[in-house]
């Protein structure tokens, strides 16, 4: 029997149906975490091509039914995973297979946030920044883009000014070289803080020699960082501290960025600084350049300065960036001398040496790189180095007074140092049970060479700095020629345990081992009454003195709330004598060539926080010992002349209360109301210090005044704003105070040791924004005090070195 056409189309279409659901089949998987085999509850599971969907349970199983027997494309999805794609055979009998998803992990980009644009003056370190634990220490930051202040100059009493308790000297108009101190430490160079630049070594030695012949512009700098002497933990022995310069970094959202400031001032005074900077894919720059030159206050100061700096960095991954660093920088300045206090008195801004020259080219090298091995730790390793030279060349007798004549001899005094290093930090961040802890390793290694040579200079007023021999009319009569090689290596650790929500301490430990050789040769030249050349003796000299120490210390934080926080902290701090200490012929002074190094501790106690948003506040008491200090005593010699002597005067012990604290006006009386365009802040920074020397075998200083600690130490000023305009007004007073243990009152006719009298300084600045431009303008000293702030030994004196009087600045600045 035949069936009817749609009859049998009918039995074709059956039978297709019965085969397709004969080869169909069902595949049930398991979705695991690659690293630890968790099942992944709520995993989407997508068959491309087709609309089915699964989705895992619990136990990370899934189901997708009636899928054609042979090859298929999955796609796997989870919140928190990597998405997944893979092709599977679907077994025709069913089964489970099982697949796994990687966890998603991403490092953010640093998250920056500023401080409310009423509000100026400097912050805090947080307890953890990059590789280093600030916990429980006393630190301060100074960022100068929120500084109504001359930047041009680096004009430190206007920079400084928020940073309790510093003791500034002034040298020179431009700001060439920067010298601060505090708590009775040496100002001089600012040689008793470890000085780094981006966290790298820049003074020319850090133990040998650790004075900053370099300082970077202010107008290039992103913050200062300052952390007192709890810092010797990490950063170095010294008992002041550290101070590092953190220089602007790349502008990360433009290709080109350009910066130029141009200022002009009283006494010739000429400033061009100009940078460029930008990022290209995963390469960024930060370049600048500044020109700097002025005429000065007293006659026969005329500078001249150049700085270059060039940053390159490269992101390779967000885990792991390298990057490079050159500085260069020389500068020629020329050194009016010193003056006596008959001269001082007299007229300060005479000069009586139009010979004297100082030459300095410092030359910076640095290489960095930062891995993130984890979420919660990460290296940082720095390798650095250093080529620099100096020379001073003058005419520097005892007497301050003598007429300087162009035929006779000059001393010249030339550095050169060769230094490289490399610091190495670990930090990680881990638990511990409920509790968090924080802890940090380091290793540093450094290699210093100083050759420095004393000798006669030649005739003339020229900045000829060529050796000549003894003969001839000249007031010196020394001469040497030494080397310096030293090693230093050190292992560092330090970790914070929170012992709760608010309280944490924070031990840590250092070991240094320190290798200082001198050898070489000096020489006196005998001469007769007639100035005539008798003999000319000459020895041989060499030290070596090898020391290895352990440094510790704790600190304690309590946090009652977030805004508010009392933190105490005591560490050990040591001071290696230097290669001026070892040998320098200087006819203003005499060095004991039984010298020690010097030994002590600082400690903190202190309350800092915040009220609302109209009230910062940094109020604590120190203590400083002073073991086997390093100071000046008057002396005479043969000829019943004033000298200075350099040795261990005796144990000091520094105490002293440093207080800060910044107040928004309007905000403070208007707490619910939002400030409009004005603005109005003011603060003040008091340090009130009592240092005395406790134990001396010289007699007469026991119980005398220690050097360099003036009673009382105010700083304190106004901000106002309305708009764009913004305006300051700044007042510095210091104390009286003495340049050595025997509280010596005046100086005789070298004028190195003395009173330093109480004086008060004015300063003003003004300026306007809009847009790319921005102008500045500043008075320093605005009522033209006679004042200073030095004694120097050596160069640029010696004698007194008066300060600068009235003078004007205005900058032009423009940003592209």
Request: proline fraction near 5%; aromatic fraction near 12%; include cysteine.
């Amino acid at each position: 029997m035949r069936l009817p056409v749609y009859s049998a189309a009918l039995v074709v279409s059956v039978l297709s149906s019965f085969s397709a659901l004969a080869q169909q089949a069902a595949l049930q998987g398991r979705v695991r975490e690659a690293n630890t085999g968790r099942p992944v509850a709520g995993c989407e599971v997508y068959v491309r091509g087709s609309r089915q969907i699964a989705r895992t349970d619990s136990a990370g199983l899934f189901t997708l039914a009636k899928l054609p027997a042979g090859r298929q494309q999955l796609q796997f999805s989870s919140i928190g995973y990597e998405p997944f794609k893979t092709e599977v055979d679907v077994p025709p009998n069913g089964g489970i297979l099982d697949f796994t998803l990687t966890r998603r992990e991403r490092q953010l980009k640093e998250v920056v946030v500023a401080a409310p644009q009423t509000r100026f003056g400097p912050q805090r370190l947080r307890e953890v920044e990059g590789t280093a634990i600030f916990a429980a220490k006393k630190s301060d930051v100074i960022v100068p883009d929120n500084l109504v202040a001359n930047l041009a100059t680096n004009n430190a009493r206007q920079v400084y000014a928020r940073v309790a308790g510093l003791n500034i000297w002034e040298s020179d108009q431009g700001g060439l070289q920067l010298s601060i101190g505090g708590r009775g430490l040496d100002p001089n160079r600012t040689s008793n803080f470890n000085v780094r630049q981006n966290n790298y070594d820049i003074s020319a030695d850090a133990l040998g020699y650790p004075e900053s012949y370099y300082t970077p512009p202010i107008e290039a700098i992103k913050r200062i960082q300052l952390v007192r002497g709890a810092a010797s933990l990490q950063y170095g022995t010294q008992f002041g501290g550290l101070l590092n310069f953190e220089l602007r970094a790349p502008e990360p959202d433009k290709t080109v960025s350009v910066v130029s400031r141009q200022t002009a001032g009283s006494y010739g005074f000429f400033n061009s600084f100009n940078s460029v900077s930008g990022t290209v894919k995963k390469l960024s720059y930060y370049t600048f350049a500044q020109y700097k030159r002025g005429d000065g206050w007293r006659p026969n100061s005329h500078f001249d300065s150049k700085t270059a700096y060039a940053d390159v960095r490269y992101q390779f991954t967000e885990n792991f960036k390298v990057g490079t660093q050159v500085t260069h920088m020389d500068y020629l300045a020329q050194q009016p001398g010193g003056l006596s206090d008959a001269q001082f008195v007299q007229n300060a801004r005479q000069s009586n040496r139009e010979r004297n020259w100082f030459a300095v080219d410092w030359n910076l090298f640095n290489a960095s790189a930062d891995w993130k091995l984890t979420p919660q730790s990460n290296i940082n390793v720095l390798a650095f180095g250093l080529r620099a030279t100096r020379k001073s060349l003058g005419f520097r007798p005892n007497q301050v007074e003598l007429p300087d004549k162009d035929f006779y001899l000059r001393d010249l005094i030339t550095g050169e140092f060769q230094n490289y290093g490399v610091e190495a930090r670990y930090l990680n961040r881990y638990q511990l049970g409920s509790k968090t802890g924080v802890l940090l390793l380091g290793t540093r290694y450094y290699h210093g060479y100083n050759h420095s040579v004393q000798g006669f200079g030649p005739t003339g007023r020229g900045a000829d700095f060529r050796y000549v021999g003894p003969e001839g009319e000249t007031f010196a009569s020394s001469f040497s020629d030494f080397e310096f090689p030293n090693q230093n290596v050190a292992v560092f650790a330090e970790n914070i345990f929170y012992l709760s929500d608010k309280v944490s301490v924070t031990p840590g430990v250092r070991y240094e081992y320190i290798r200082t050789k001198s050898q070489g040769t000096y020489g006196n030249v005998i001469r007769d009454n007639a100035n005539n050349i008798d003999a000319i003796i000459q020895k041989d000299e060499q030290r070596l003195s090898p020391r290895g120490f352990v440094l510790g210390g704790i600190g304690v934080s309590y946090k009652p709330v977030e805004t508010r926080e009392l933190y105490g902290n005591i560490s050990q701090n040591y001071r290696s004598i230097t290669f001026s200490d070892m040998r320098i012929a200087n006819p203003s002074a005499v060095i004991d060539p039984n010298l020690q190094d010097e030994r002590g501790y600082s400690a903190d106690l202190g309350l800092r926080g915040e009220q609302g948003q109209w009230l910062t506040y940094d109020v604590s008491l120190f203590a400083l010992q002073y073991g086997n200090r390093i100071g000046e005593v008057q002396t005479y010699d043969a000829a019943d002349r004033v000298l200075r002597r350099r040795s261990n005067v005796g144990r000091a012990l520094i105490l002293g209360v440093e207080s800060y604290a910044e107040v928004d006006l309007l905000r403070a009386a208007h707490p619910a109301v939002e400030p409009g365009r004005w603005s109005l802040a003011a603060f003040g920074n008091l340090a009130l210090i009592r240092g005395r020397y406790t134990q001396s075998e010289i007699a007469g200083v026991k119980g005398n005044p220690v050097e360099f600690v003036p009673d009382v130490n105010l700083k304190t000023g106004a901000r106002v704003g309305f708009g764009p305009f913004k305006g300051s007004l700044q007042a510095t007073y210091l104390s009286k105070q003495y340049t050595d243990a025997t509280k010596a009152e005046l100086g005789g006719v070298s004028a190195v040791v003395g009173r330093i009298p109480a004086y008060t300084v004015l300063d003003a600045s003004v300026s306007w924004e809009r847009r790319w431009l921005k102008l500045e303008g500043s008075v320093n000293n605005l009522a033209d005090a006679i004042y200073f702030t030095r004694r120097a030994t050596g160069y640029p004196g010696p004698g007194i070195l008066p300060s600068d009087g009235r003078s004007f600045f205005l900058t032009v600045a423009a940003k592209w």
